[in-house]
């Protein structure tokens, strides 16, 4: 189990995302009284070997995320915003994407309760990041959102919230995919208009505010939608893991 944990460890430093999913493995290691005893690996465990599983499987071994430190300049940024009524949407530059909570979920959020709008602020990031990621790669981006606990997320890569750690480990499989690093800072709502139109769906304010912007927003995938909102995150299962890993293969 060391040995195994270490190795993973050793690739972190060059597949950085990769650290939040060696938490499961961590706990269990820290479990044991001697490192060569047995461990019985559970979903949790289980689902973060799948995670590697499936990254390795696509990986080219070459890409490195380069490290950040001091002020950050960042390639692409992006806003995103939540609506507790109508839906979520983002913005990157001239380009722009919009989803409605009903084409997205089907029984609403209420399960979750009080961290119903951080679910929902993270939304629209996962999302943003799977469609432009192809074109950020081994670059990075830098979100600005207007909900703080979306922001900590983000950045912290955990949540004890089950459906949000579910958009975490995709946006991190993102991530890895693509090379890139991916950091949220928070702006007050008043600094966010654009994409707070978009999620409530006043797309007037896109005609008047960027005019050259492109006449349609950007598709979202329907299989995106489906991994991400519809279907149980199940790792282990072979039919979910395939669903996974043929998402973000688009270029």
Known sequence: MESLVGKLAHACKV??????FLRHLYQKLSQTAQPY????????????LMWWALFLRSWNGVSILREYGGPQQFSNE?????SGTFGCGAVWGKRWLQASWSSMYKNGLGEVGEDGITLKELVPIVVACAVWGPQWRQSSALVHCDNEGAVTVVNSGYSKVEKMMHLLHCLFFIRAQFSMEVKAIHVPGKYNGLVDAISCN???VISSQIPEAAAKKEVIPKKLVKLLMKERPDWTSAT???LFANCFQQE
């Open 15 to 20: 597949v950085r995302p990769g650290k939040t």
């Open 37 to 48: 005893h047995h461990i019985s690996f559970n979903m949790p465990v289980r689902s973060d």
């Open 78 to 82: 992006i806003w995103t915003d939540a």
């Open 240 to 242: 979910w893991s395939q």
């Open 202 to 204: 006043n797309l007037s």
